[in-house]
């Protein structure tokens, strides 16, 4: 999802804490002139971000800076917010604040539980672990045990083998963890800082978002916020520690020095002076971990804190905030890649079952148009039909009119017992009767109304053109067998009505050529009681034909029930037409809700083609990583049976070595008995030799004793001969011999041997 990614820079701020009790009497060597601008004492300034005054709450620095990292982690993207500064300089304050100031932590946790219960179709999962890093040893908070943690490379990410995750459902279970976190935190009194922070915290939030619109159990995107509390940096002359505190100020030292070189190197990324590129991530565990937060993919906030007094420290720390200011990030949005293309697949499907719907619902309301047309069509048809009905009763009141005149003048000449005409043979053919339908098999004669048939037929004619009016204004032979089926009643006494009028034209044409008859032969005066009966008989049927008309008309035209009809279908017409523009109005909003739909989906087309896009590529890369996975194998394979060859080898090395040590055994074993052996003669010939020895020693010890005794007695000799003498006298050891004295003779114990 390449447009979700943007080039952001790290945002720096800085927050100048207020005096403490120790720097009462120390000069204010920096000064916050306005929100981006901080100067020295040399008027030099230093421009950031945002700046924040000591008077400055920690709501303040949260609402204008921290809030939208928060709000971009909700979001999807990945959030790192860490404190830097000098040791006592407000960073745990900030971050974590106290028993009566919440810090960014609390105020984050606000926002995030606020999104939480806001919803809008999304369910959220929250999870939290808590690390330290205290002597280079990462060690999991959250937990009892102080094992140091290893940190590994996998997919790209940093990760914290063995590290205890926690789902939370509310802050104050939050507040619980990060009470118990603080308690197995290292901490120390230094000269600075009577608690002070001796390693890193970093607090890591999980987000997991789900749409609830997605039957799915994969989450839509996973995104992280960590929360960075750095141990203060501080030199050994000001901290005053020795022993275990001196060997944690070296280790922060390192570790921040890291970091140090880290940021210059990516601040400087692009220019001449960073010609190789490579980014020393790996020397300390901070930067491993921190490594998505510097140039990578998350948007990140640096919080310097500084004190007003200190001079070289919070130079250090303005210097480090400057060059990270340089540094930009990639922030992108965190796509769980199967969460999100099941999210489309379904989103699909959903918006094509809401386009054959709305379809079909298109269908249904041009059938309901349709229909209305045809109802109209209908009323119009009807309102003519009334017409021509109504004009049907004249006719028929006119033609009862005419045969009373008819019956009237008929009494004069047809009266019985009158000579006026001649009988006549009713078996000639040539006066044989019209046979009337209409009047089931009755005779007519209607010789007198000929001369009134002119009205009648203009009334008849008027009819057959109101009724082909009718028939013409439908141009659709559908239109016309609607109206037919209709007004059928209307259409049978139309036909009746021309039924009697033919019926009356033929008749007459049937009288006058009796007539002619009656004139011709002359015997016609005999059949005229005949004929005045069958007159009376064929008025009597005519009449009850006329009768039977009427009867007809008024049973096939219930005029009242279609003026009913027109009145309830034109009710139904208004209503209809109301229903129309309803359903006319709402075809247009589901016509613009297709448009959007179709809209929604091209976009969902077009997303699940780039996820089928990175999904082939990560595919691509599996295979690339597959073909050197299995590459890899093939080696290990090809070094186990290398190193499987070389310990055969060693395996008979070994038994021709244990052969060969059996034999050194065995002749070391004789070795020692023959050892053994020489020991047992040489005690014996020890034993010899002193024996032997202490004889001779017995033996010279006798002739030493008999050698002394004959010298004393030579001795003894002399000196008697020389007693007399006056000279002095030496012994053979030169020694002067006073002769007024005796000699002293020395004894000699005899030898032993021992």
Not at 202 to 224: G, M, N, P, Q
Not at 412 to 429: E, F, K, V
Not at 598 to 603: A, G, I, L, T, V
Request: hydrophobic share 35%; aromatic share 6%; glycine share 4%.
């Amino acid at each position: 999802m390449e447009a979700d990614v943007v080039e952001d820079s790290i945002k720096v701020i800085v927050r100048m804490r207020p005096p403490i009790a120790r720097e009462s009497s120390a000069e204010i060597y920096w000064k916050v002139i306005d929100n981006n601008t901080i100067v020295d004492g040399d008027e030099k300034s230093y421009m950031f971000d945002q700046v924040y005054r000591d008077v400055d709450r920690t709501q303040d620095v949260y609402d204008k800076s921290a809030k939208d990292v928060v709000e971009s982690a909700m979001a999807g993207y990945n959030g790192t917010l860490f404190a830097y500064g000098q040791t006592a300089s407000g960073k745990t304050y900030t971050m974590f604040g106290t028993d009566n100031a919440e810090g960014i932590v609390q105020m984050a946790l606000d926002t995030i539980f606020a999104k939480i219960l806001e919803g809008n179709g999304k369910r959220y999962m929250l999870r939290i672990s808590c690390i330290e890093i205290y002597n280079e040893k990462v060690r999991d908070l959250l937990s009892d045990s102080v094992a140091d943690l290893p940190v590994k490379e996998f997919k790209e990410k940093t990760i914290v083998d063995g590290l205890r995750e926690e789902v939370i459902v509310c802050k104050d279970g939050v507040a619980m963890l990060i009470q118990r976190a603080f308690a197995n935190r290292v901490i120390g009194e230094t000269a600075l800082n009577e608690r002070s922070s001796r390693s890193h915290v970093i607090l890591r939030f999980v987000i997991e978002c789900y749409d609830d619109a997605v039957a799915s159990d994969s989450s839509s995107y996973i995104s992280f916020l960590n929360v960075v509390d750095l141990a203060g940096s501080e030199s050994a002359k000001q901290s005053g520690g020795d022993g275990d505190r001196l060997k944690e100020s070296g280790k922060i030292n390192t570790s921040l020095l890291a970091l140090q070189k880290v940021i210059n190197q990516l601040s400087e990324k692009g220019h001449n002076q960073f010609r190789n590129g490579h980014v020393n991530f790996r020397d300390s565990k901070l930067t491993r971990l921190l490594k998505s937060s510097l140039g990578g993919n998350a948007r990140t906030l640096i919080i310097c804190t500084a004190s007003p007094t200190e001079v070289t420290q919070t130079l250090q720390t303005l210097r480090f905030a400057a060059r990270a200011k340089k540094i930009k990030n990639k922030p992108r949005k965190n796509w769980n890649a199967e969460g999100m293309l099941t999210q489309y697949i379904q989103t699909i499907e959903r918006l094509k079952a809401e386009l054959e719907e709305n379809r079909k619902n298109e269908t249904v309301e041009l059938e309901l148009m349709n229909k209305n047309i045809e109802l109209s069509k209908e009323v119009e048809r009807l309102r003519k039909c009334i017409l021509s009905s109504r004009m049907l009763p004249q006719s028929t009141q006119k033609l009862s009119d005419r045969r009373a005149r008819r019956q009237t003048w008929g009494g004069n000449w047809a009266h019985p017992g009158t000579d006026m005409l001649l009988p006549y043979n009713n078996s000639d053919p040539r006066v044989q009767l019209y046979e009337n339908p209409v009047a089931e098999g009755s005779k007519v004669s209607a010789i007198d109304e000929v001369s009134e048939q002119p009205n009648a037929m203009a009334l008849y004619d008027t009819s057959v053109v109101a009724f082909t009016t009718l028939r013409l204004d439908g141009d659709e032979a559908d239109t016309a067998t609607d109206f037919q089926a209709s007004d059928q009643s209307s259409n049978q006494v139309s036909e009746t009505a021309s039924t009697v009028i033919k019926t009356a034209d033929d008749t007459e044409d049937q009288q006058s050529s009796m007539a002619n008859c009656v004139a011709q032969d002359g015997k016609l005066s005999t059949a005229n009681s005949s004929l005045a009966a069958q007159k009376m008989s064929e008025d009597e049927s005519l009449s009850r034909g006329e009768e039977d008309i009427e009867e007809d008309l008024t049973q096939s035209s219930p005029l009242n029930e279609l003026i009913e009809k027109v009145n309830g279908l034109e009710s139904l017409t208004v209503e209809l037409k109301a229903e129309n523009e309803h359903l006319k109005e709402k075809l247009r909003c589901k016509n613009r809700n297709i448009s959007w739909l179709e809209k929604q989906c091209d976009d969902a087309d077009s997303n699940e083609t780039e996820l089928r896009e990175q999904l082939y590529e990560m595919q691509k890369m599996n295979d690339k990583n597959l073909s050197v996975i299995t590459a890899l194998r093939n080696e290990i394979v090809q070094m186990k049976d290398s190193m499987r060859a070389s310990i055969d080898a060693n395996i008979e090395n070994k038994e021709n070595l244990f052969r060969l040590q059996n034999e050194i055994n065995k002749k070391e074993k004789e070795i020692r008995e023959m050892k053994g052996d020489i020991a047992l003669k040489d005690r014996k010939i020890s034993g010899l030799l002193l024996e032997l020895r202490r004889v001779t020693n017995k033996q010279e010890n006798i002739a030493e004793k008999a050698r002394f005794r004959e010298d004393d007695n030579n001795l003894f000799s002399k000196e008697m001969n020389y007693a007399n003498a006056p000279m002095k006298r030496t012994n053979r050891y030169a020694v002067e011999i006073d002769s007024s004295q005796s000699t002293p003779v020395k004894h000699y114990p005899e030898c032993k041997t021992q």
